[in-house]
């Protein structure tokens, strides 16, 4: 193997790892290079929550506008990070109507009944339309990530829907996700299994390699695959149980049920989807993200006893489970930026700076669409963050938002789903 392809991947029977860019290497050509990582590159993450939010708990005070505001209850984990993040209020899908499809309409702003003699339809996602541009250097155009329940979300087989609004399938589990990352898809499962039980990972198979490659390398670069190598590792052997799990048949309810621990699900299943996007991030393996987070599972995994239908409608124990939730979301994110601030791209500039992450939901509160949850971190579009805006317009369409991102990461399009023009106020 040549010093031009150490520089782009590692193979082996059983895993396929990419690798960053190596400066003892230089530029890599544009001819040679799979995926070149460069100083503009920009990155798109969208996070939605399957059933809004908690009432009166969520949003600032709309009184507090700017800088000086009071951090809300439900973003309290969020505090240290303050000067990081910018919440809106005010921004609505004018034609979503119905409460229970969540994320469906969430990133198009598609008229659901919009063609005449159609019962359902869809246009294409904002990260759909990113993932046209910014998909063309990378190994994946996108990746879709999905909870393992998609309760309170809708229609649809991830976030993501096609220029014909069909539906873009995402990956279930965060097993899915690391082997389509980093393993030979022509592994066999039992094979991995066997590995695993024997605390072997299939990254073992691509080590004697990546020694060899390490020999010729400034420290600055042997830093950085030893750091790469181990996240990849600690993120491989944290799924290890998950995996054992996959071929053992579920049992019914009338039968004792596995422990939870027993399986990655809820808040560890959300933290390890932020660890893998923040692997792929460090070798250009996409820069489109979209992440169909999981409710049941969350609330299950801090302790609810009660469905997450119940939870929204703050049936019982509800309002207090829906404050749990909404705080459990604020301390992974939390974790998220903090890790996109900590790992840095090829040029040893933080990840958080080339990267735009927005979280949040199509419905607001119980079955309320206007005042859609809204919250952006990440430096990549541009946005003055560190302030909570309101709009002048209780009706601003949510795709203005999409629109200002879409043209804050240098995707010049005119126009997306329902918009009526750019949120200027974001970048000054």
Request: charged content about 20%.
């Amino acid at each position: 193997m040549d010093k031009s392809n150490r520089r782009t991947f590692l193979k082996s029977s059983s895993a396929v790892i990419a690798l960053p860019v190596l400066e003892t290497f230089g530029p890599l050509p544009e001819s040679r290079a799979s995926s070149p990582i460069r100083p503009s590159a920009k990155r798109l993450v969208f996070l939605s929550m399957g059933w809004g939010v908690t009432k009166g708990s969520w949003f600032p005070d709309k009184s507090q506008v700017g800088t000086d505001y009071v951090m809300p209850e439900s973003l309290k984990p969020l505090t240290g990070f303050k000067k990081d993040i910018t919440i809106i209020q005010n921004l609505q899908h004018q034609f979503s109507t119905d409460a229970h499809s969540g994320s469906t309409f969430w990133l198009t702003g598609a008229n659901r009944y919009g063609v005449p003699g159609q019962s359902f339809h869809n246009s294409i996602s904002v990260d759909q339309v990113a993932a046209e541009q910014l998909g063309k250097e990378t190994r994946f155009t996108s990746l879709q990530m999905n909870g393992k329940k998609a309760a309170g979300h809708g229609p649809g087989s991830s976030l993501a829907w096609n220029r014909q609004g069909k539906p873009v399938p995402g990956f279930d589990t965060p097993v899915e996700v690391f082997h389509r990352l980093f393993s030979d898809d022509k592994t066999p499962l039992a094979l991995r299994q066997a590995m695993l039980r024997k605390q072997h990972s299939v990254l073992d198979s691509v080590l004697e390699n990546a020694k060899d490659i390490q020999k010729g390398l400034a420290r600055n670069d042997i830093d950085k695959l030893d750091e790469y190598f181990q996240s990849i590792r600690e993120i491989e052997m944290r799924l290890a149980k998950e995996e054992e799990w996959l071929t053992v048949p579920k049992r019914q309810p009338s039968q004792e049920l596995p422990r939870p621990d027993k399986s990655l699900q809820g808040y560890d299943e959300i933290k390890m989807n932020y660890d893998l996007m923040i692997a792929a991030m460090q070798v250009d393996a996409t820069r489109v993200f979209s992440y169909r987070m999981p409710t049941d599972t969350l609330i299950q995994s801090l302790g609810a006893g009660i469905s997450s239908h119940n939870m929204s409608h703050y049936n019982g124990t509800g309002r207090h489970v829906s404050l749990q939730r909404d705080q459990a979301h604020a301390e992974l994110l939390a974790y998220f930026i903090e890790r996109l601030k900590l790992f840095k791209d090829s040029n040893g500039i933080p990840l958080y700076d080339s990267t735009t992450v927005v979280f949040g939901s199509n419905i607001s509160v119980v079955h309320n669409l206007n005042n859609c949850p809204t919250l952006i971190t990440g430096g990549g579009a541009g946005i003055n963050h560190g302030r909570h805006l309101v709009m002048s317009d209780t009706k601003t369409p949510l795709c203005n938002l999409w629109l200002s991102l879409l043209n804050g990461i240098g995707v010049n399009v005119d126009a997306h789903g329902d918009s009526t023009g750019r949120i200027d106020e974001l970048f000054v």
